[in-house]
């Protein structure tokens, strides 16, 4: 007998994997971290492109400041008048922009330290007078008297040179600046001179090309004191000071020791480098404040000097500057030795012959 009987089977369906939604998921991420750098990066350029843009504007208040001081400069008003000195209504948050906003504002004032403060921590609104410095620029032209150094004409290794009372006159200039030597005086004045022959104690292309990195002497004016640096035997602290962001101001860092650079005494005073003493801009005519022609104390004539001098200010006046032409500083004018004989044809003025000349000539007034 047989059984017709089916069998029934029964098909398991096939296992779902979930690679796809992983990959999905991943891709997801990485767009929206993508979306999200970028985003950043946008905002971040978008932010550099305002300060930059406030970078240029800072930049061209700046400017207006110093296209307002050339004005003024330049006007041929009184300088007596304008306040050069100290004067806040003039320099002081000068407005440029005006946005209303006071982050869009726009302001510059010019400033200055006091110089008598000795811990020069106070400012003033106002200009400081560049033509009380020496002028790097204008030594190699000046006019220098040569007479204390006539009989320096022989060199060290014997050879005479010409040239040397006035090389010597040059470097008695920068001899007064604190921490100069000859050596150094001698570099910067080969360095500022128009040609490749080294002074007694000097350096020119030979030894700078001879360094680690060679570069060649300027030998013509600077534009900048910072140029120095590149001079042998300048460092930052000749020419700087403790003055190293040079504001002109004795800030925390500036009066610490060692304790943060600069290297400072911590002394509570701001020792200033050749930069307070040194300028290459400086111009001033031969003028007064009132447009009329100075009087030279050094010229030649003295009976011109004399008469100058009696109508400018008073005979008293004149006779002591004569006289210290004629005689120096000696008490006794007697007692001095003349360097040619006593003239046979006197020119008396003020009780002093002038025809005898004069003796010496006045550096400083």
Same mark, same amino acid.
């Given at each position: 007998?047989?059984s017709?009987?089916h069998?029934?089977r029964?098909?398991t369906?096939p296992?779902?994997r ?5 990959i999905v ?10 979306a999200y750098?970028?985003s950043?990066?946008?905002?971040i350029e978008a ?5 930059y843009?406030r ?5 061209a208040?700046a400017?207006?400041?110093v296209?307002?001081v ?5 006007d041929s &008003?009184d300088?007596?008048d304008i306040g050069?000195?100290?004067d806040?209504d003039?320099f ?11 982050a ?6 010019v ?5 008598a403060d000795?811990?020069?921590r106070q ?5 400081i007078d560049?033509?009380?410095?020496? @002028?790097l620029?204008a030594i190699l032209s000046?006019?220098l ?12 290794d #014997?050879?005479?040179?010409?040239? &040397?009372?006035?090389? +010597?006159?040059?470097?008695e200039?920068?001899m #007064?600046?604190? #921490?100069?030597?000859?050596e150094?005086?001698?570099c910067i &004045? ?5 040609d490749?022959? *080294? ?6 292309l ?5 360094l680690g990195?060679p570069y060649s002497?300027r030998?013509?004016p600077?534009a900048s004191l910072d140029?120095?640096?590149k *001079?042998? #035997?300048v460092?930052?602290?000749l020419l700087?000071?403790?003055d190293a962001?040079r @504001?002109?101001l ?5 009066d ?6 600069? $290297?400072?005494?911590a002394?509570?005073?701001?020792t200033?480098g050749?930069n307070?003493? +040194?300028?290459t801009t400086a111009?001033?005519?031969?003028l ?8 030279n104390v ?9 008469d100058?001098l009696?109508?400018?200010?008073d005979?008293?006046?004149a006779?002591f500057?004569?006289a210290?032409?004629m005689y120096?500083s000696t008490d ?7 360097p040619?004989p006593?003239?046979? $044809?006197p020119v008396?003025?003020?009780e002093?012959n002038l025809a005898?000349g004069?003796?010496r000539?006045i550096?400083?007034v």
């Amino acid at each position: 007998m047989k059984s017709n009987s089916h069998i029934i089977r029964t098909e398991t369906p096939p296992t779902r994997r979930g690679s796809i939604l992983v990959i999905v998921l991943v891709v997801v991420a990485l767009l929206s971290l993508g979306a999200y750098t970028f985003s950043e990066m946008m905002m971040i350029e978008a932010q550099a492109t305002g300060m930059y843009g406030r970078q240029v504007q800072t930049r061209a208040m700046a400017d207006s400041g110093v296209e307002l001081v050339s004005a003024l400069l330049g006007d041929s &008003l009184d300088p007596r008048d304008i306040g050069l000195y100290h004067d806040p209504d003039q320099f002081r948050a000068v407005t440029v922009i005006d946005g209303g906003n006071p982050a869009l504002s726009g302001r510059f004032s010019v400033v200055a330290p006091i110089e008598a403060d000795p811990n020069y921590r106070q400012i003033r609104f106002g200009l400081i007078d560049e033509s009380a410095r020496i @002028n790097l620029n204008a030594i190699l032209s000046m006019e220098l008297d040569t007479t204390d150094f006539e009989l320096d004409t022989v060199t060290d290794d #014997g050879t005479e040179d010409l040239d &040397l009372p006035m090389e +010597l006159a040059q470097r008695e200039v920068l001899m #007064g600046l604190p #921490g100069m030597t000859e050596e150094i005086a001698d570099c910067i &004045l080969d360095w500022l001179d128009d040609d490749d022959d *080294v002074r007694e104690l000097g350096a020119e292309l030979d030894y700078y090309d001879g360094l680690g990195v060679p570069y060649s002497p300027r030998n013509g004016p600077i534009a900048s004191l910072d140029e120095l640096l590149k *001079v042998k #035997g300048v460092d930052s602290w000749l020419l700087y000071g403790e003055d190293a962001n040079r @504001n002109g101001l004795l800030d925390p860092n500036e009066d610490d020791g060692d304790a943060r650079p600069p $290297d400072d005494d911590a002394d509570g005073i701001l020792t200033l480098g050749w930069n307070s003493l +040194l300028t290459t801009t400086a111009r001033e005519i031969n003028l007064r404040a009132d447009g009329e022609e100075r009087l030279n104390v050094n010229q030649g004539l003295l009976t011109e000097l004399y008469d100058a001098l009696v109508e400018e200010f008073d005979e008293d006046t004149a006779k002591f500057v004569v006289a210290y032409r004629m005689y120096g500083s000696t008490d006794d004018p007697e007692t001095g030795d003349w360097p040619v004989p006593e003239p046979e $044809d006197p020119v008396t003025k003020g009780e002093l012959n002038l025809a005898r000349g004069y003796r010496r000539e006045i550096r400083s007034v």
